[in-house]
């Protein structure tokens, strides 16, 4: 019996990067991967992300909460409903702007949400095997506490949930929580992850926005290991 | 600014038993409920919450997490894509024949997805507000392990988890978890729970089968509080 992993991949930067890591430690075989659409305003990080899992020859599942009736009340600037703006502005001057706490594109308990429907799904498609769920959750994301559900606290709360819940069968991981954004490029470059494959802008046109939170964060990882952004 | 509760309401004797809890505590403006379909084999219990709640004239949310994906490839016999039959036995038995561990009733990680879905729902609704999400797990459904994502232990977890991710602003409470059913029952009379308007059986028909797992409790739970079970 083999131990198997199934990685959340967003399509992006950091769950690409650990799908990278994940395949290096259990062996393609053993891996596959899981989208969540929640009601995003774009389905471009979906696309994205079954791009990546045919790269690797993996199987990618898709979980779609978007019609359940858990968000469809939720003003967050991410979902399709919103009237909010995406800001165009890192997360450092929303946060000089805001003050620390919630930033507006953070959506209702969504890793708990997220983590809680793979750790079902793990022991529907694997149920004699033991799982490792993959998360690429990174130190700069719990930065000024501006998203409460990626701090290492919360991973590490959610994750002993997921392990007593699952008769120990399932268990989180998130192997690059000690890393910031430009540790997990440099890390990835290393394993060959196929970041010209990956989508990170929260707007959903042809090309990255370049000046929403996340574009300016992943710029300067790439910037920081002296290379260009190969998605651009 | 009130204290609002999101009661976890199944339908059944335990969450019913809550629900009086939480409107007993916080006043029946601020309570509301919410049933989660999982792709049960019947929605007998989603009638009968949906019943409660115009009894107690509180709101009643509905989740569904049936089309999602996320256990399409379950085999637990409570789903409605099973081929496992529901046994006629008690828990007791089960345990007895089978050794402790997961029953066959066990959904995959079913508390932790319904508790996260709720989290989620809970900060849509109420934006502004502290929240307490009600569960009405209690002591016996721990017992042998049947149910890994019952045991104290778990409901701590996926409350430090809730809390986290919320950044404090949801919180779970489990009132009746040091109970056993019968104490459920007890406290449950005490505040006038409407148990006529209950449903517990995991068969669907128009009356209790009255010998699957749920049913033996529930009639013995009623038993030690010396009256007839007011659902028969």
Sequence with gaps: MNKKAVVLSSGGVDSTTCLSVAIDELGIENVSTVSILYGQK???????????AEYYKVEHNIINLANTGIMDKSNCSLLAGSTEEIRHESYAEQIAADGEGMVRTYVPFRNGLMLSSVAALAMSIYPDDEVDIYL????????????????????EAIGKAISLGTYGKVNLRAPLVNLNKAGVVKA??????????????????DKPCGTCGTCIDRAEAFRL???LDPAL
């Design 42 to 52: 774009h389905s471009k990080e979906i696309e994205c992300a079954k791009r990546i």
């Design 136 to 155: 690429g959750a990174h130190a700069d994301d719990a930065a000024g506490n501006a998203y409460a559900d990626c701090s290492q606290e919360f991973t």
């Design 225 to 227: 290991n002296n290379i």
């Design 188 to 205: 990835g470059l290393e394993l060959g992850t196929p970041y010209h494959l990956t989508w990170s802008c929260y707007e959903g046109g």
